[in-house]
């Protein structure tokens, strides 16, 4: 363990220092768990009950925040969650190695292409005619089909599956278990039973884009399923065959997108939200958690619910059912005392 | 890229073609994307918008389908979709290469039995007294537990585990990362915490069975877990400990399927739907997408919701929800009404 | 097979048998599947109809069940769950083997440390500074990042992945796929897009936990993400960073719980559950199937629903929902002869 003080904290992120500089911090924690020798941070109003309480010898606040306690020391900054950033970073251990090269145990193919100062980890399997940008780094025992192809400056973690001929751009992360380019789920009914649809096309992942764990991404009928470049989707995530997923979008763990549907720029899907097939949603569009999502929305809409509504309107329609049974009392109110005025008509 | 011309397109998928039989086409695209040197196909009217819009080079259509448009060549034929499959297929690259035999780097128990002309691809591991039947192919890091056997003509993608003594049947894909076998979520409470019940049975994936990526389907306690031949499972889809599912059925993204329940055969279930445990679809049985499914249904029922009921019934519930706003503002009007007639007594 | 007499059953499982001891029994089956050289088992009045149409041959029931039945033998006892799981152990095959040491397909760092009696898998990759205990059972194709640990006697199915200084205690079961400590989902949005927040802690899970097949629990932030002792997880779970889940709670599949959410001790989350960030679950809370938890709930609640409320109140406020359509009527009805009256006025 290292320790840090004070005074190293507030130069590493920019912050006015109001303290001992001279104390020492042995780590981050968050301001519920954190002890004396330990520095948290209060990224806004909503964590002041917890500022309160903290047991932190320091914490990062706003520049402005007024703090009555005189217990702790303050790093005031600009943007304290950014700030802490920079905190973590000074105690975090550095990340693994990934020695340049192919490990030994790995199985590449002769006509593979592999950039300058890959690291092919152990036990990994390239396939024919696949091709590994320069920097890029395969974790243990990810396997990458006959003519896929990944950027430069790429991490693909352990266990990852690129089936044949996916594109994966340059600075992706791509987490452990996440597989691309499985068929998509196409069968027609016949007589006979189900019949396979041949999934012919590609998975086509541009730029900076970032994939959870155990997420898949499935394979175009024809052309390519395309993630838009800067999108960040989360784990257990899935994404039907031909879906076009816009720029920066961010989809959160365990949302699943049917076929053929076409996301705009910056969508953001909260956890658990299940969209339909061939719809659009366009730029901007927000769906709250576990929404189910059924129909096209245009650019800017907040929606959430079951099916997702205008968030407003949800809310709306919940509060009212919320308030069914009183309304059913004052119902059968109004019957009985319009009854008791026609008996006395 | 291959070129084709549209007479090349019109014999592959038996159309008649109204055009230039000599202009060449580099490939297949969606109605929205096609460009001038793209074919597309207009399954049904709800795609007519993006008929009229679209920018390819020749569409297939159905026989009977009236066209205004003269810019474009037609390939008439009695059902777009399934002869669009043929002209993908045309341009498809081919699938990659399964070598027979077992790859050098495959680690393969002398005691499991191989088939004729298998191909066990680089860093499998088969386990003791594992049957892997002719012509099946396993491609990278597929892992087959002991007494474990896979029918012929199958194929297992990357990363696929087979837990020991599970069964697959005959021409079964299993795409890549799903899991067969593991024991099913079962614990008993103790005063002393959760004490896990062995689950000692197996599962059962008949012929002709399809399993999405990272899909999971647990083990039984006793006897099998079982996948009825034909059925179709997608990506991440859960199947709790002893199910069965009939034969036929289609099993949507991120579906999951509790301990003990029966599906008859030919059910469907919608993306993201849950299904509660110990319960019975019967035959035919459809649930919309989402759906939450806690109780017992007969064959043919169409349900959807959460909870589940008659797919009508919640439409028209969704619909009266929906008006309780106007509903409330009515009883307060009728109530103000009817006190001024009680007050003018 | 083999075959066990009644009376070697009724002596596994502490049961008083009524009917003939030398009758031949080979193996268990639930009520419905069971053939009369089968046994079966009746926990609960629940499942009385199946018990009076089984075929078994015996079944395990409760000591005071009245039973009119005279054509299949009885083995009364005090728990015929509990009992059964004797009946299920003795006809069970045996577990698969796992050899001591290290198979000779294994790449094993030479920093790492390897306790007594360990069994590492073909094709496992043990990285460096990587622990794993005495008696512990990796499986094919598993990956230990480095610096990461594992206690004394797990067991690890194939395809698992521990990122780098991941923390697995004594006597864990993580079954095929699971991925432990990958990335949290943390971004920051900037004007150039979505900035990675580096995810600098690591995932503790304690001792006596199973992890289900294909389950992603992510890496903190900062700190640890924490799986408190003797919960158990199904399969295809998600855990954000920054997660605490307390001791001895149960999680069913496909739950997701979002970033730096508490949850107490003997917690039970429902299948396919959604729960939101930041907010804290008491102790003893338990949530229906499919509940979207949106807020805090003290100890001891029990809840259902989108979004989760107390679950009476949900099954309230669903039976008045029902009847918003009669209530739009009997609305429809008061204005009719209100409307009557004035006009008579």
Redesign the interface.
């Known amino acids: 363990m290292t320790l840090r003080t004070l005074n190293d904290l507030a130069s590493a992120c920019g912050a006015l220092l109001e303290g001992d500089g001279a104390l020492e911090i042995r ?4 301001l519920r ?1 954190a002890r004396p020798d330990e520095v948290s941070f209060c990224a806004s109003a909503r964590f002041r009950p917890d500022f309160e309480r903290t047991r932190a010898g320091a914490v990062l606040v706003p520049r402005d925040m007024a703090v009555a306690r005189k217990d702790l020391a303050l790093l005031r900054c600009e943007n304290p ?2 700030a802490f ?1 920079a905190i ?2 000074l ?3 550095p ?3 990934a020695p340049r090269g192919v ?1 030994p ?1 790995a ?1 590449v193919d002769a006509s593979a292409e592999l950039g300058a100062d890959v690291s092919i ?3 990994c ?1 390239v ?2 005619l696949a091709r590994i940008g320069a920097r890029t780094i395969l ?3 990810v ?1 990458i ?3 896929a192809s990944v950027g430069t400056d790429c991490e693909l ?3 990852v ?1 690129l ?3 996916v594109q994966v751009g340059a600075r992706c ?1 791509v ?3 996440a ?1 691309l380019g ?2 998509g ?1 196409g ?2 009914p016949r007589p006979e ?2 019949v ?3 999934q ?1 096309g590609t998975v086509l992942v541009e730029d ?1 884009v ?1 994939i ?3 997420a ?1 991404i ?1 394979r175009a ?3 390519a399923t395309k993630i838009g470049r ?1 999108s ?1 989707l ?3 995530v ?1 994404i ?1 065959h ?1 879906v076009i997923v816009g ?2 979008s ?1 989809i ?3 949302v ?1 997108i ?1 076929g ?1 549907t076409r996301l705009g720029r910056g969508v953001v899907l909260g ?2 939200t ?1 969209v ?1 097939g061939h719809i659009d949603l366009g730029d901007g569009v927000r769906a709250g ?2 929404s ?1 999502v ?1 129909g096209n929305w245009p650019a800017g809409s907040e929606i959430w619910g ?2 997702a509504r205008e968030h407003k309107e949800t809310l ?3 509060a ?6 009183e ?2 009392k ?2 059968r109110e ?2 009985r ?2 009854e008791e ?2 008996s006395h008509r």
């Open positions: 780590g981050p924690a968050g768990d969650s950014r950033t973590v970073r105690f975090a251990p990340r693994p190695a490990h145990s199985v980890g152990p036990l399997h396939g024919p974790r243990a025992h396997a089909g006959e003519g973690h352990p266990g599956v089936y044949d001929r992360i987490h452990a278990g597989v499985a068929d789920h069968f027609e039973g189900w396979k649809i041949p012919c900076d970032e959870g764990a155990n898949t499935d009928r024809f052309g800067g960040k989360d784990n257990l899935h039907g031909n720029e920066g961010m959160l763990a365990q699943g049917s053929s956890g658990h299940g339909a958690g576990m189910a059924i079951y099916p709306r329609a919940m009212h059912a919320a308030r069914a049974e309304l059913s004052r119902v109004l019957e005392r319009l005025r026609e």
